[in-house]
């Protein structure tokens, strides 16, 4: 079946760096897609990967590992306004995604 | 261009009553989503239609209608609300015909069944 994991909560420093982690366990892979969710908001795209290595994107960077079934969304140089949650999503055999719970991030001044 | 617009913004509803929850998108999108949001969970897909004129059900379909005449709309209908469907709904589209494609989400609309 299918299941993604992340960590529930993390907590960081303005201007720090942070990792945010995904695991997943698909029956196939057709990419993996982060998003960011401020609260009371709507989910938007952040980056897509479907081959292994890293991918960047001005402060957030985004990494893949399709052997070990993991990703990872770094953020650096951290603002006030990353606080928010960040959701990690994979499509199915049906190429409907599946969402994992997603991870807050509280970010302290 | 608005994107996509979901109507309403919040609803309370008495349980047993019928409610449309509508969604709109002008960007010309083939496929739309529903999904569901609750404190803990992922989102989930409630229906979707790869394209005008066919639906698909997806991971909690029960409970819930959907009808997709045109591409910009995309109603999702509760035949009889119970209060297990409080929750935030959220619209999506996508360019493509299936969840592989990047999808944008409408601002959401918040039920609370009671």
């Known amino acids: 079946g299918q299941n993604i994991d992340q960590p529930t909560e993390m907590t960081a420093t303005e201007g720090a760096i942070v990792q945010i982690n995904c695991t997943y366990q698909?029956?196939?892979?057709?990419?993996l897609f982060w998003y960011q969710q401020h609260a009371g908001e709507a989910p938007t795209f952040l980056s897509y990967?479907?081959l292994d290595g890293l991918e960047e994107k001005g402060r957030f960077s985004s990494f893949l590992s399709r052997s070990k079934g993991y990703s990872y969304l770094l953020l650096k140089e951290l603002q006030m306004k990353d606080s928010a949650s960040y959701l990690c999503?994979?499509?199915?055999?049906?190429?409907?995604?599946?969402w994992g719970a997603g991870t807050k991030l509280i970010i302290k001044p | 261009i608005a994107g996509i617009t979901q109507a309403p913004t919040s609803q309370i509803l008495a349980a047993g009553r019928r409610m449309t929850l509508r969604c709109t998108q002008d960007?010309?999108?083939?496929?739309m989503y529903w999904y569901r949001q609750d404190l803990g969970l992922g989102l989930r897909l409630i229906h979707y239609?790869?394209?005008?004129?066919?639906?698909g059900k997806g991971e909690v379909p029960d409970g819930y209608s959907v009808s997709r005449a045109n591409t910009d709309d995309f109603p999702l209908t509760l035949a009889s609300a119970v209060p297990s469907q409080t929750s935030v709904y959220f619209c999506?589209?996508?360019?493509?015909?299936?969840?592989?494609?990047?999808?944008?989400f409408g601002p959401g609309t918040r039920l609370t069944v009671l």
């Open positions: 999506a589209s996508s360019d493509g015909q299936g969840g592989a494609d990047t999808q944008y």
């Open positions: 960007m010309r999108h083939n496929a």
């Open positions: 239609s790869n394209t005008a004129g066919t639906t």
């Open positions: 698909t029956s196939g892979f057709n990419g």
């Open positions: 990967n479907v």
């Open positions: 999503a994979v499509p199915d055999s049906n190429y409907q995604l599946i």
